[in-house]
């Protein structure tokens, strides 16, 4: 069971990124693919999290209307568009999945329990310049 992200980087504010978190070894479809912010110092946060079955989508407050969260589910694949990119953005990215049991996506859980999603995967560096 694995997730593994790519596509951090340098980058000035007000430009873009994408950032993937390739799945394997797990039921993709069964899963909520979250990804997650930690600036330095600061506690892990919830940014967007898409459930794969059926696309539905949750973001934090803070990036909505920037940030677009996608899947390719034939690439076991989720991807973050990260546009507007602003200083506080910078940090590293991680990708988690959190099962839906059988009451379906459980995205809104990226916001309170992070800790519910397991695996995670290693993280991606983001650092935006001002």
């Known amino acids: 069971v694995q997730l593994v992200e790519s596509g951090g980087g340098l980058v000035q504010a007000g430009g873009s990124l994408r950032l993937s978190c390739v799945a394997s070894g797990f039921a993709f479809e069964a899963y909520d693919i979250g990804w997650f912010h930690q600036a330095p110092g600061q506690e892990r946060e919830g940014v967007s999290c898409?459930?794969?079955?059926?696309?539905?989508?949750n973001y934090a407050d803070s990036v909505k209307g920037r940030f677009t969260i996608s899947t390719d589910n034939a690439k076991n694949t989720v991807y973050l568009e990260m546009n507007n990119l602003k200083p506080d953005d910078t940090g590293v990215y991680y990708c988690?999945?959190?099962?839906?049991?059988?009451?379906?996506?459980?995205?809104?859980?990226?916001?309170?329990?992070?800790?519910?999603?397991?695996?995670w995967g290693q993280g991606t560096r983001v650092t935006v310049s001002s």
């Open positions: 898409i459930s794969p079955s059926d696309g539905a989508t």
């Open positions: 988690a999945a959190l099962y839906q049991r059988s009451t379906g996506s459980r995205c809104y859980r990226m916001h309170d329990r992070a800790w519910f999603f397991t695996p």
